[in-house]
């Protein structure tokens, strides 16, 4: 076992309906449920380094969703 700290992950997801807009309405596909903020998710892990073992800190950024929104496809989200 290499990771120390989280003992435990939860990502999240986005899932759920969106209001579609009118056919042809901007000329863009349809809306969809999508991540509009994310956290990092900060680690404590065991590096092997040689003959012995180390233990690192790192922020893994975008792993934990915070908010969804509806975007359309074709188009970033802000």
Do not use: H
Request: with cysteine; proline share 9%.
């Amino acid at each position: 076992y290499w990771i120390i700290e989280p003992a435990g992950y939860q990502a999240f997801r986005c899932a759920g309906g969106c209001k579609q807009p009118k056919r042809g309405y901007y000329g863009y596909g349809q809306r969809t449920c999508a991540v509009m903020e994310s956290a990092p998710l900060p680690m404590m892990y065991l590096v092997k380094k040689g003959d012995y073992t180390e233990i690192e800190v790192a922020e893994f950024p975008n792993m934990i969703v915070e908010k969804c929104g509806c975007s359309m496809d074709k188009i970033p989200p802000d």
